[in-house]
């Protein structure tokens, strides 16, 4: 197994067009093969959610759509279900080298980010562990996820 097949991105509850396909182009850059959109409202449900699908396509990678997160995972059955939030809300901070360990053991792990303001709901973050980077303040699900895939992704290769 590889990390590009155990990892999974997941964008959730997004109004914005342009939030879905900064998203999609960030997972093709660090060579994922897919991209999950939960809860995709408005605009984003509309044209960003088909301009995404284009931009993933080209790729030759998918981009899943599913109504709520819930139904994301009890469809993927991930093992392991990172929920990124600003600090306030983290219980943790953000480890990449432990969620390279897990993912070298073949584990299946969800990386879950809000695509809008506030984020998400307690309900929403009940359903993993709640993490943040280790940043002054909120950069946003584009800077976060930019952030915490570049760190695994470097701590995996370290560790091989």
């Known amino acids: ?14 109004h914005s067009t342009q939030r879905i396909k900064d998203m999609a182009r960030l997972v093709i850059g660090f060579g994922l093969k897919s991209l999950i959109v939960s809860k995709a409202e408005g605009a984003a449900a509309i044209s960003g959610i088909p301009e ?11 981009l899943l759509c599913f109504p709520d997160l819930p139904d994301v995972v009890e469809l993927l059955k991930p093992e392991e279900i ?9 219980k943790e901070t953000y480890n990449p ?6 993912l070298k053991e073949g584990r299946k ?3 879950v980010f809000g695509g809008s303001e506030p984020g998400l709901s307690k309900r929403e973050m009940d359903l993993g562990r709640t993490m943040s980077l280790d940043v002054v303040d909120n ?19 370290s560790n091989e």
Do not use: W
């Open 82 to 90: 990172c929920v990124f939030v600003p600090q306030r809300f983290a």
């Open 109 to 111: 792990i969800l990386f």
């Open 1 to 14: 197994m590889t990390i590009v097949e155990q990892l999974f991105v997941v964008l959730h509850n997004v």
């Open 139 to 157: 950069i946003g699900p584009i800077g976060t996820a930019a952030i915490v895939l570049y760190e695994l992704m470097k701590s995996f290769k």
């Open 52 to 62: 995404a699908q284009k931009i993933m396509y080209k790729e030759k990678r998918s």
């Open 97 to 102: 080298s432990k969620i390279a360990t897990q």
